[in-house]
């Protein structure tokens, strides 16, 4: 009974220690996106190449567009970005 006790707290313990070791899937963004259907716009930007994003489109309602970011030239940026603080006067 011991030895069960000791296994399942070990066990428990791993799992809780993936579980926080785990962080969001980076947002990848590539120059083609699968727009339509199910997607907002700009779609799902998973393609490197234009016939990548043609083979995952087939058969399911949906087209292929450029990605904005890329298309435009605009790199992503953080939503969080530090505020700036306007400096002081100097008297004199």
Do not use: H
Not at 1 to 25: C, D, E, H, N
Not at 38 to 60: F, L
Request: net charge positive; proline share 10%; aromatic share 12%.
């Amino acid at each position: 009974m011991r030895k069960t006790q000791l296994a399942l707290l070990t066990l428990g313990a791993t799992v809780l220690a993936g579980f926080v070791t785990i962080t969001p899937a980076a947002a990848r963004d590539y120059p083609w996106c699968a727009q339509g259907g199910e997607y907002d716009y700009p779609g799902e930007c998973a393609y490197s190449t234009y016939e990548q994003c043609q083979a995952s489109v087939s058969g399911r309602l949906l087209f292929c567009g450029p990605n904005p970011l890329f298309a435009y030239g605009q790199a992503p940026q953080s939503r969080l970005q530090p505020r700036r603080r306007p400096r002081p006067i100097a008297s004199y």
